[in-house]
Every structure is written in C-alpha cells, then in structure tokens.
C-alpha cells in the first residue's frame, strides 16, 4: 500500500475523531471537546492535503507502479494535463472531491472563528460526517493509490480531455457540487437547533453564492469544452452527465431567489430547508448518475460498485432530514401566505416553482431509460426533442418573469405602479419586435424571446433613470456624482440586475446557436472554395507538424467577408501517440469569433487524393454565452465584496 | 385568492403535462441491441431507434465526395449495414462501441446521429 493511502486512513480516523468530539461536545455543551472537534477539521485538510499532493507527486513522476497513475497518463503527457489527470479518473476525482470537503471545512472554521455563530458546531460536524463517509469511499471503493506492477509506461490521457477547458471544468463543477455542503450542514442545524428563523440563511448566504457561482462556471465551462473539443459544433446535447450537472444548479438557482424572501416576508422557511437538501442529494445523485453506469450516457465512468454506496449515502440523508423536518414541522409551518398576486412575493414563489417544474422534468426525461427497463426490461431514451420542447417555453416563462421582476415591491403592488414602471419599457420591446420581424425574423419563439429580454433591459435602464433623475432634482447633483451614488447605496439590487443581463445574453446566444445556426459539409480538392453566409473559405494547403505527444495535421484556409480577406483558419486533426493504448485522434475546430457570429470549421477527413473534408458553420451569438457568463460572474463577485465589506463595517461600529 | 391560486394552479399543471405528454410522444426511441434488433424487426420499421453495438473491423466506408458514410454494428451474431450522411465523430474507429439512433428503412439503418462512447481513459491496445 502506498503511503497517500496510509495519510487517507489517518484523515479517515481524525474524521471519526472529529465527529465523536463534535457530537460529545454539543451534547455535553462541553466547550473544550467543540475545540477539539475543530482541531480534527484543520488536521483532515492537512491529511487529506498530503495524500493528493502524493498522487500528484506520483504523476509528476511517472510513478506507473500505481494504477491510476498508469491507466490517466503516460510518459509524453504534458506537464499542465499531467496534473489535471489527478481529477481525470473516479478515483482520483473522488479524493478531489474529499479534499474539496476538508477545505471547505478548514476554511468555515477558520473564518468564523471569533463569530458567535450558535450554529457553527453542528455546521463544521455535520460537515465532517459527510466528509467521513467520502473518505470511506475512496479508501475502501476507489482507492486511487492501488498497486501493481510497475509498467514501463502508462496508458496516457484520453485526448479529449487534454484541452485547456478541461483543466478548470472539473475543478469549478466540483467547487460548485461541494460547496453546497455548507448550506446544507446550517439546514440540517437549523433544523436539529430548532432554530428556524432566517440566521441560518443569513450566515450560510454567501457560502450558497460562491457554490452557486462556481457550479454556473463550472457548467458554462464544460459547453465551451463541448463546443470546442467534441467537434459538432454544439455546446448541450441534453446527456445524461450534462443533465446531472444542470440538477443541482436548477435547485441552486430557486435557492438563491427564494432565501431573499424568508428574512423580510417570514415566508417559505420549510421551502428554504428542503431547497437546499434536495440540492445536496441532486448533487450525490449527479455523482451517482456519472460513476454507476445505471443509465448509458457517452461519457460517464466506467461501470463500479460506487453506485449502491450512494445510493445508501441518499437514503440516509433522506431519512434524517425527513425525521428532523417532521420534527419541526409546526416551527417551519409558522410563516405567513402570500398575500397578494401582483408583489414581489407571489413572482418569487412562481419563479420557484417553475424552477421545480423544469427539474422534474428534466430529472424524469434524465431517469426514464431507467424506469422503463426496471418496468418492461427495455432502456427507452428521450432525445433532445423531449427536453427541447419542455425548457424551451418554460425558459422563456423564466425570462418573463426575469424581466418584469423589477416592478413589484414586498407584499402588494398597485397596478398603478406597475403602469408607471413598466409602461415605457413595454412600448419600447414590442417596438424592438416589430423592427426586428421587418428585419426578417419570423421565427415565433426568438420574437418573443427577443422581445422580451428587450424588455428585461429596458425596465432595468428604466429604474436606474428615474432614480437618478430623481436624485439630481433633490440633490442638485452632477450626472456622474449620482449616478455613483445610487449605484452604491443599491449595489447589491443592481448587481443582482446585472447578473439578470448576463443571463439575458446567454438567452440571446441560444436563440442565435439553435435558431439561425448554418451549417455545411463539403470536401474540396485543394484552391477549391466554399461559401457560407457572406463568407468565401479558400482551402490552400496541408501542412504537418509534430508536437510533444502528437502528430499534428493542419488545414489552411483563407477566409473572405464578401471579397475582403479577413485572416485564416487552421483547423486540426490531431494524432495521439501511445505506447501502451491505440492511436487515438481528435479534431482541433478553428473558430473565428466576433460580437454577431462564430464562424466555426472542423477538419472531418483527409484522403489520400489530398482532397479535405470540412465542416463549416456559422453560430451567430456564440459569444454572447460567454460574456454572459463573465457578467454573471462580476455581479456575484460585487454581491460577495458587499457582503464583506460590510461585516467589516458592523465589526468596526461595534467597536 | 384561494380560488385563483386553484384555477391558476389547474391551469399551469395542464400546460405542463401537455409538454411532457407532446415531448415524449415525439421523441422516445426504443434502446435495443443489434441482436434485439433483428428479433423484432418487423415491429421496429420506421421508428425511432437507439442502438448499441460494436462497429466491424474493415467495414467503415468513407465515400468523402458524397459525404457519406456506411459501416457495419454488430454484437457478435449478426451484422447490420448503417449510413450515416454525414462525418464520423471523433475516436471513431474500428471495433469501438458506438450507439447509432436513427430509423430503419428498406434493409439499411439511415443514422441521424453516431455517438461514441467517451471513456475518461484510453482502451488497451487489443491484441
């Protein structure tokens, strides 16, 4: 056995330790045991912390006496991949996932260590039980530290994921899949403290941000490597593994909406309680889905035995939290019913239970190869049709309400009111939509899709003018100076506009990749030229070339808008070499990116009469998925800067 | 409000099982074998199909000029010819595992769409 294996057991008994010390000290309010306890949580990162950076060591070092380390990587990977490799595989992405929990563990302990958090020694305990059991996984089910036989060399790396998206993908999804374990520890405290007002919301907020943020980057991340790797042009293909990853981030997401409305309105407390466990099992259950081989999808893991362990794991969180929930039950049914239709309480509650509505759908389309072989022993597969007629008209629900969201205040909302802001803004999108259907756009769903994140901009723009304009009246004030100020003294209500925008333009991208994407396949002999849009590609030559641990087949082809060149593009294909596995090749896609289109080239085949197959597209809006995803990112960041700023500003008036 | 939120309730649960309902209708494709295949063929004519199995070593056919290309999946037993308009995906190579969906028409499966399985690791080199 190998001694990152030893550390594990070590980290495995300081977690035992660390529970029994958590556990005694809270039942025995005996102070120094919670101490104790805490110790236990800083000694698992630092164990858990050795063992991974073994395995990496061992990577780095062509250690093939390992097994994981032999079968992810081999003596030609380069050294970035070599180290993403550690999360490449189950194991290792399972020990990932260990340390990711210790860390998030250590790091809670240590910033909340001169708080009075009466919740803070169920939080860090809950935590390490979780944290146990992983440990338990992977020293006893997926051990990434198995010996055997040294080999001369590995096995390598799928070439697939030795793309620069792949290095941050996992990491990013993981940080979001794991991070949701802290809100879920102060749900669970909450509940066993039988304290259910909105402290626990409030203390765990920003921890359910940052996951929240990582899990939407982690998501956006794996379509720009769909889009850029897998060579069909597409970022979503509704997968399987797609879909687990999407789960949690549907019940996230209602999460962050429906935590804002327990603290002003004493609304849905036993709604924010079983959000965020039903996130927690959503994302077991992606893990679950991905590792147990239960549903053929393209790129899962192989087939294990991990699946019966997670399922044991789901059952028994299910089983405590229901227990609890019904133990409180009176507590968490003490909240008041919403009042009116036209408030802000009624619109979040709709947006929550839309969001429930999209999950169970695509949960069931997800899971139905599933249920029909338990049933008739038959897998039956709903394609993307099914997902694509149930998300489209409920997304564009969602971007309804995100538009009008902005009109409505707590509790009641006149109509007249909701006149005054929303009036303009609606006259200027059915304007928007009327230019936009004598442009040409016919297609009924990107009219009103487009029409109304029109309208979510403009209502936007709409509540920063009139507060602005009402500030330079009282104040006599210059543009800029209120303009500064109104943004600060709201900054978190805009900032949270500002992550409706970025949402907004990932919209306007998916209207433009599936609505008006163009697509040929075309085999030219060479200075022979192919048209698509207002582009003309001239396909010039071949070229070879060889690169560390591949062979590298270049295409040239010279691109003109209209007949002005614009550049080329070099699309690839490139040849893995391996001692111990097949060739494998990839197709390297040449993307030539602007604000209106991606123009998109794969090199498909090359044959022996020097004639190339390419395929070529345009995917107008491409980009605006990834500003999106940029602006979302900001808005998250202002909120969290926020958050600790203003902590520190209670701190210092305190004092 | 208790009335409305009833009818308003009635009315979105509708909506929602007429999209599950016209989702699945459209789009459920049988998952089979290729021996499950040819036990009900007559049945499976002309409908939506996924299947699963093995492409057969020198049977890939890439006529580039026509973008077409056709293949043999097998399971062992029995082989069925697949055209494919289209490109290969990536790692598509002899004696991989790849589910085709796509219908059944006059002796030939025309697939809409060739998925490769993506293993996170290369398969040993097969002797």
């Known amino acids: 056995m190998a001694f990152g294996h030893y550390l594990l057991l070590i980290a495995l008994v300081t977690s035992a330790f660390t529970f029994w010390a958590g556990v005694s000290g809270i039942i025995l309010k005996r102070k120094d045991l919670s101490q104790y306890a805490k110790y236990g949580v800083y000694s698992q990162f630092i164990f858990v912390s050795l063992s991974i950076f073994l395995l990496a060591y061992a990577f780095i070092t062509r250690d093939f006496s390992i097994k994981y380390v032999a079968e992810y990587s081999d003596k030609q990977l380069p050294f970035l991949y070599t180290l993403s490799a550690v999360y490449a595989g189950q194991d290792g992405s399972l020990l990932f996932w260990v340390w990711l929990l210790t860390i998030y563990n250590a790091l809670y302990v240590f910033i909340t260590r001169k708080n009075s958090d009466e919740f803070k020694s169920y939080v860090f305990t809950i935590h390490s039980t979780v944290t146990l059991f992983f440990l338990f996984l992977v020293i006893f089910a997926s051990n990434p530290f198995e010996k ?147 549903i053929s999808s393209v790129h899962a893991f192989g087939k294990s035995n991990l699946g019966t362990l997670f399922l044991i794991l789901m059952g028994i969180v299910m089983l405590v939290s229901v227990a609890l929930i019904l133990m409180r039950w009176s507590k968490l049914k003490s909240e008041k019913k919403v009042e009116f239709f036209l408030s802000r309480d009624f619109s979040f509650l709709l947006v929550n239970i839309i969001f429930i509505v999209l999950l169970i759908a695509i949960l069931w389309g997800t899971m ?33 309400l995100l538009a009008i969201c902005p009109v409505f205040s707590w509790r009641q909302t006149t109509s007249k009111n909701i006149v005054k802001k929303a009036f303009y803004p609606f006259i200027i999108s059915i304007f928007f939509a009327v230019i936009l259907f004598v442009l040409g756009v016919r297609h009924i769903k990107s009219l009103v899709t487009l029409a109304i994140s029109s309208l979510a901009v403009a209502i936007i723009m709409a509540e920063i003018a009139t507060s602005l304009s009402n500030r330079m009246k ?137 004639s190339a197959t390419f395929v070529v597209m345009i995917n107008p809006l491409q980009i605006w998925m990834w500003i999106g995803g940029g602006v979302i990112t900001v808005g998250v960041i202002i909120i969290l800067l926020n958050a600790v700023n203003k902590k520190k500003e209670t701190k210092k008036s305190k004092a | 409000m208790n009335k409305k939120l009833v009818i308003g309730g009635l009315i979105i649960l509708i909506v929602v099982i007429y999209l599950f309902w016209s989702g699945m209708k459209d789009s459920s494709a049988y998952f089979l074998t290729v021996e499950e295949f040819f036990n009900q063929i007559d049945q499976v004519q002309g409908r939506g199909l996924r299947i699963n199995g093995d492409i057969v070593p020198g049977s890939i056919k890439w006529d580039a000029k026509n973008i077409m290309l056709t293949f043999q999946l097998t399971d062992g037993k029995k082989a069925l010819n697949v055209r494919h308009n289209g490109i290969a995906p990536d790692t598509f190579q002899e004696g991989l595992s790849v589910v085709i969906e796509g219908k059944y028409e006059n002796g030939t499966f025309n697939a809409t769409q060739i998925m490769t399985k993506c293993p996170s690791k290369y398969e040993a080199k097969k002797e």
């Open chain 1, 368 to 400: 139905y190869p599933a249920f029909t072989e338990l049933i008739s022993g038959k897998q039956i597969a709903l394609g993307e049709t099914y997902f694509n007629k149930i998300s489209v008209p409920i997304g564009i629900f969602l971007l309804f």
């Open chain 1, 474 to 610: 009282d104040e006599s004030e210059a543009f800029v100076k209120s303009l500064i100020h109104i943004l600060n003294l709201n900054s978190r209500r805009y900032a949270a506009y500002l992550i409706h925008i970025g949402v907004v333009f990932i919209y306007l991208a998916i209207v433009g990749t599936t609505v008006y994407k163009q697509e040929k396949e075309i085999t030219l002999q060479k200075g022979e030229e192919t048209r698509i849009g207002n582009y003309r590609l001239v396909y010039n030559q071949m070229g070879e070339r060889q690169e560390q641990n591949r062979d590298v087949l270049v295409a040239e082809l010279e691109v003109f808008n209209n007949s002005k060149r614009i550049g080329s593009l070099t699309p690839q294909r490139n040849f893995y070499r391996s001692t111990m596995g097949n060739t494998q090749y990839t197709t390297e896609v040449s993307v030539r990116s602007n604000l209106k289109e991606d123009l998109y080239v794969i090199l498909a085949s090359y044959q022996e009469d020097e």
């Open chain 1, 148 to 294: 055997q036989a040294s080999l001369s060399d590995g096995f390598g790396l799928n070439p697939l994921l030795q793309n620069p998206e792949m290095i941050f993908h996992p990491p990013s999804l993981f940080l979001g899949f794991v991070g949701f374990t802290i809100p879920f520890d102060y749900a669970l405290a909450a509940l066993m403290k039988g304290n259910l007002s909105a402290e626990w919301l409030d203390r765990s907020r920003n921890w359910t941000l940052f996951a929240w943020i990582a899990l939407t980057i982690g998501n956006l991340l794996g379509a720009q490597w769909a889009y850029v790797e897998l060579g069909w042009g597409g970022y979503w293909a509704w997968d399987p593994v797609e879909n687990a990853s999407l789960l949690p981030w549907l019940t996230g997401t209602a999460f962050v909406h429906s935590l804002m409305v327990q603290k002003p309105r004493n609304m849905m407390k036993a709604w924010n309680v079983i959000l965020v466990i039903l996130t927690f099992l959503l994302t077991i259950l992606g893990t679950f889905i991905t590792r147990s081989g239960i």
